[in-house]
């Protein structure tokens, strides 16, 4: 639910967005995520969507989000909903972005969405990383920029994160320096490319088919890195329809031996569940280790 005063607080400011009156006529629970409360709000300035949270995390975590948000809606490449507002009210962190209607996905929706992929991809700059850090899930992720993706991913993934997991008695010490030597061996393992612009946490629950049938994505967790972290993270979960990885490949090819690198890059999402939801993934993590360990 959505309590009386922060209906009445998110009515003012959407009117001062609108520089005219907007009103909330009702809203409805919006159900998917784990983070956050979700809601639809239905407004006489069309329909929106709301995250709303305890602000238990971080008070800019939806801040970095609608940042996120507009870096990737600018680059033109895919449908993402544009960010109206964030705030804090009552203890309580919200933002309002575009409601993306759902529908039914158009024929050849698969290699558009793979193309528009490759061609937010495209879009680079000079370092791995971002200006600054912000969120994946709940758990603050590190941007610190460097000029080598393995440098990067040694140092503002991997191993803060195996650190920290055996911190909280989630991995041994073993783990750890089953990492470090893992990351050791990066700049022999990886092929290293211009930095792309990545969504950072694209599974099959961060998109939807809109309603004009294309791919629309949302949830970021953006930097710039190396593309195959998108590409292995579609890949974690059940994978994408084949279409949709023949057609990014098509447009922009992956360097040779990418399948053998899919587990690697798949290493830190699966941290980033272990420290979050536990579980399985401890599993699933050590797996990993110790399978590029003795590669």
Not at 62 to 86: C, H, M, S, Y
Not at 108 to 115: H, S, Y
Not at 158 to 168: G, T
Not at 198 to 213: E, T, V
Request: aromatic content about 14%.
């Amino acid at each position: 639910m959505l309590h009386a005063s922060l209906l009445e607080h998110l009515q003012q400011r959407f009117t001062d967005f609108f520089s005219s009156s907007t009103f909330i006529h009702q809203y409805k629970v919006v159900h998917g995520g784990d983070t956050n409360r979700c809601f639809m709000l239905e407004t006489n300035k069309g329909s929106f969507f709301i995250k709303v949270n305890a602000a238990l995390f971080g008070l800019d975590m939806f801040e970095k989000e609608a940042r996120g948000l507009i870096q990737l809606a600018d680059t033109g490449a895919i449908k993402v909903p544009r960010p109206l507002f964030d705030g804090k009210f009552n203890q309580q962190i919200f933002l309002v972005i575009e409601y993306i209607e759902p529908g039914q996905p158009a024929p050849g929706f698969w290699e558009d969405f793979g193309r528009s992929l490759s061609q937010l991809h495209y879009n680079s700059t000079e370092q791995f990383g971002l200006s600054s850090n912000n969120y994946i899930g709940k758990l603050a992720q590190s941007n610190t920029q460097h000029s080598l993706w393995t440098n990067f991913y040694a140092e503002e993934r991997i191993l803060p994160l195996v650190r920290k997991a055996n911190e909280k008695g989630m991995l041994e010490p073993e783990h750890v320096a089953a990492a470090e030597q893992i990351c050791s061996k990066l700049p022999a393992i990886f092929m290293e490319e211009q930095p792309s612009l990545l969504h950072g946490d694209l599974w099959n629950g961060n998109f939807i088919a809109g309603a004009n049938g294309q791919a629309a994505i949302f949830d970021p967790a953006i930097y710039f890195g190396h593309r195959e972290m998108d590409i292995a993270m579609t890949l974690l979960f059940g994978g994408f329809d084949g279409i949709f990885y023949e057609a990014y490949a098509h447009h922009f090819p992956l360097q040779p031996g990418w399948q053998q690198r899919v587990a690697l890059c798949q290493l830190y999402p699966l941290l980033v569940h272990l420290l979050l939801f536990g579980g399985n993934y401890r599993e699933k993590v050590v797996e990993t280790l110790r399978q590029y360990k003795y590669n």
